[in-house]
Every structure is written in C-alpha cells, then in structure tokens.
C-alpha cells in the first residue's frame, strides 16, 4: 500500500514532519527509530510497542509545550470547505455565539442525514454536549468527542464500562490499547484535541490552546478537551 492509503504510514509521516519543525532532524531521528518496519501490514502488538516507545521519548526529548505541538499537528482536520461559512460570518460579525450555533448545527445535520440516527439518539448526543461544536463556555469551549460512527450504534447499546472504552476512539492505535489491556501516555491524545483545536483556529483565524480533560486512555467514560478562547471574541 502507498503511504496515501496506508494509515499507519501516513500518520507516521505527519508526526516525524511534527517532530522535526518543532525539535529538529536529530529529534526526529531519535523519536522516529524502529518506524521504517511499519505500515498497517504489521501486527497490532508491534505497533502498540513503538507507540509507547515513541511516547516514552518524546516526553523525554522534548518539553511539555513543544509535545503539545507535536500532538496536535498530528491530528485528523475538519474540512476546511465546512468552516467557510462559519469562517466568513465571524470575520463579519465577530460573534462567536453565532458561529457556535451554526457549527452545532451543521452537526446536527450530519447526524440526521449522514448518519440517518433516530430523532430519540440525536437528543441524547447533542444532550450529552458531544461533537465537533461541543459547549460554549464564557471563555472557553468544552469539546466532547462523539464515539467513532462506525461503532456509534454499538457503543451506545454496550453496557460494560472497559468494551465502551474500547469502541470509543476514533484511533486504532488507542482501541487497539484499550482492547489489550495495555497502557499508553495520555499525552497521544493531544493528537485527537488537535482536532478541536484545527476547527476552531480555522474559524477565529487565531492561534488557540487547548487542554485535555479526560481520556478513555486513564479510565475516564469520554474524551474532552478545553479550548481555550482568546480574550476578544
């Protein structure tokens, strides 16, 4: 498989290219070791123990700021083509409510139409304050992240707390831990609050931070994530 088509590759391509902008080539030697055997032919074990390796280093070799960047530019992107509008009328209206609730509900939308969930399941995921719009606070939004689609209908229907965990991530890599039984840094997850943080950065056009809150990967039912507003919105 290519590296456009081959998940394991392709993300490691990213996160090396994050590694290097924010440490340098020497940096990324170092993180990167043992990653050329990789691909999504290699078996889940293999991969689980160079990701904590890699964590393991990365923490080692780099501040807790600059593991931050790392993550996040790691992340997968909202399509810039769905923010335009939102982009465009806070450009105009510097009004982060309205953009808030355009957001929500183009959300919406995904759900009853993308998804074709029913009304009583649509409730109670906007209820719980999931998805990409997540709830806005005075200075901050706290971002919850819906389980992955394709495991939606299960993960809501699965009583036992450890199996939901599992369902939950959009990231094999962390299924894949969490079904083992294994452990890994929760400073991986920086690469899904890169998510949040990429959406908002898009429409505010502002550099923002973002905090994690809790994580499937210490036990928490969810994963939520603080963005961190600037003063003037």
Request: proline content about 3%; overall charge negative.
């Amino acid at each position: 498989m290519t590296d456009q088509t081959d998940f394991e590759r392709y993300w490691l391509t990213k996160f090396g290219d994050c590694i290097e902008v924010t440490g340098g080539p020497a940096v990324r030697q170092q993180i990167m070791q043992g990653s050329q055997t990789l691909s999504d032919d290699a078996t889940r074990q293999e991969v689980i123990a160079w990701t904590q390796g890699s964590m393991q280093r990365l923490e080692t070799l780099l501040d807790e700021d600059q593991q931050k960047q790392v993550m996040t530019g790691c992340a997968c992107q909202y399509p810039k083509s769905a923010l335009h509008e939102m982009r465009q009328t806070y450009a105009e209206t510097s009004d982060i409510r309205l953009v808030h609730q355009m957001l929500l509900d183009q959300f919406r939308s995904f759900l009853k139409h993308t998804l074709e969930l029913p009304a009583e399941m649509i409730a109670e995921i906007l209820g719980r304050g999931w998805g990409a719009a997540g709830i806005l606070e005075e200075e901050r939004i706290i971002a919850t992240k819906i389980p992955k689609s394709s495991y939606l209908r299960q993960y809501m229907q699965e009583t036992d707390p450890g199996k939901k965990r599992a369902l939950y991530c959009h990231c094999p890599r962390i299924r894949d831990v969490l079904k083992s039984g294994e452990s890994l840094s929760t400073t991986y997850c920086y690469c899904g609050a890169g998510f949040y943080k990429g959406l908002w950065e898009e429409i505010l056009q502002q550099p923002l931070e973002v905090e994690l809150l809790q994580s499937v990967l210490k036990g928490d039912e969810v994963c939520q994530v603080a963005v961190h507003l600037p003063e003037k919105v």
